[in-house]
């Protein structure tokens, strides 16, 4: 039985970067959380490791 048949999905990169991307809003979300009367910095959000992960997703398919 092939895996498409047994209910298998194998993930596309625009499944995979919707992956990341809700985990980098996760990320800034409890940054947020945990210091609440700041602003959330895009350094910050820029460190998380979901972007890390979704940034060399990125640049894996880069010439």
Do not use: I
């Not at 990169?13 to 409890?30: E, H, I």
């Not at 460190?47 to 398919?61: F, K, Q, Y």
Request: hydrophobic share 40%; aromatic share 6%.
């Amino acid at each position: 039985m092939s895996p498409r048949a047994a209910g298998c999905r194998a993930p596309t990169a625009s499944r995979l970067a919707f992956s990341y991307l809700t985990g980098v809003l996760d990320d800034v979300q409890k940054v947020h959380e945990a210091q609440p009367e700041d602003v959330v910095t895009l350094s910050e959000v820029c460190s998380t490791p979901h972007w890390a992960a979704l940034w060399n997703l990125d640049n894996a398919h880069r010439p």
